[in-house]
């Protein structure tokens, strides 16, 4: 399945881990909308396998770009070290590239004009992207997994902190140009081991991440809230059994045309394996509550 595909996309990785990008004007991506990829139904399949899933490394952390002409994903190489890559319609032809190394856990604003790197961000530029600034306070002494920004630039986030009972998603609205101070999202994003790698929907209707809590179905499970008219956040729900499994869900997104969660599935631990997944998204409206 990942034949042809797989070999050249190791020679494209191993000829550029000295350098920050490269381009490739050949990438074998076929024609259409998802790169190519016959979208999937209620049951997650690997996305692009040969493209952006490989044999040779190990692929996390996939999302589009808000012109859907932009595929980031996570890769790590066989020296344990991330980039964010991106394979993408450019010059009349589909490209694949490195964005930068020695990143990981990425979201992209909803206007794709900024990706978030945990405590940092890049902005896109004429010539690429930024060198990684930080956000500054009241950011600067929180240690963050994952940021994810709504429309309206309210920051939502993860905070790492295994040992306490602290609230581990937390979000921050902008106030005349200022961010507040970190908030609660709510005791319900608090509960089991951890709380992780959140996505906001741009207007804030949902917020989906990752979770181990009692009654799931396995290390790690996609859970979905969705927000109530008076600005409440409802129960963590779980995603259930056809997304998740007895391994482990992580790093949720949805593509901005709202058809399809992406999301990493890791099936072993120690010698792991790691694939960016895909399903259907119309799992959100089936849990969203009926009015």
Known sequence: MKSIFSSISLLLSLSVMSCGSYAQDDVPIPDGPYLGQTPPGSTPEIFAPGIVNTEEFIEIQGMFGADMNTFYF?????????SLNVVEYKNNQWQQSIVKQGVSAPSISPGGETIYLNNSYIKRTSDGWSEPKKHGAPFDDIDIMRL????????YFDTFTP????????YSRLINGKYEQPKSLGPQFGIGRYNAHP????DE???IFDSVREG??????????FRAADGSWGPAI????KINTAHSEKNPSLSPDGKFIFFSLRTKSGNE?????????QIIETLRPKL
């Open 74 to 82: 996570v890769r790590r190489d066989e020296k344990e070290v991330y």
């Open 148 to 155: 994810s920004a709504s429309s309206n630039g309210t920051y």
């Open 163 to 170: 040992k306490t009972m602290d609230t581990p998603i937390r």
């Open 199 to 202: 996505f906001i929907a741009a």
């Open 205 to 207: 209707s949902y917020i």
């Open 216 to 225: 799931g179905y396995g290390r790690s499970d996609l859970y979905i809230s």
């Open 238 to 241: 779980n995603l259930g059994d």
């Open 273 to 281: 394996e790691v694939n960016i997944n895909w399903v259907d998204a």
